[in-house]
């Protein structure tokens, strides 16, 4: 899972929200096109703030589908019922989708990793967490060790012991803590005549 796939180029508000869906022109009506363009906003590329907060009160309850999410506004707000795709109702849900998750992952301090990331955590020994999903649709979070191949140039990620690296750069990743030796970190609190390690100079 991975960060939203277009910064978003115009952001709307309540006021500006209601006016798209009840404006006839849709999307013209904002300056947008249908697809993206070299010059111009998608509209892929526009976010509805208001949308997004009145997604996340519903998720208070649980997971937020798209379809639940569209009907829900429109009730709220006394709109007439939209088709679920290709309308622009069901665009801006389906954008809130991926914003609100990009979102939510900066809140809780993930990042893209990129190489600078990899290079920090290969230089203090720190572990890159970096999250997932499983087969359930659930968040994972899965530690990869970082370091050098034999017979290649760079820094490769991996897990566990595991011989293949993993590609996580543009992944929400964030630095773990180093990994402790517990028992060695003990060994070390006990006097040495006391750990069975022989003393040679006493």
Known sequence: MGFQRHTPQIVLDKEQTLALLKDPRGWESIGVTEEITDDGISKWKVKSQYLCDFMDEMEKDGFVYNVAALRAFE?????????????????LVYNAQDFRRHDRLVREG????????????YQT???????????????VANGFKVRKMKGAIGLYAFRGRERKPFNLRGMPCKLGEIEVDVQKQAEQAVPP???GIQVLFA
């Open 75 to 91: 009730k709220a707000h006394g709109l007439e019922p939209s088709p679920e795709n290709g309308s622009v109702l069901s665009v």
């Open 110 to 121: 993930w990042t893209p990793c990129d190489d600078a990331m990899m290079l920090r955590a």
């Open 125 to 139: 020994g720190r572990p890159i967490i970096a999250q997932g999903e499983n087969m359930i649709g659930g968040t």
């Open 193 to 195: 005549e006391q750990s």
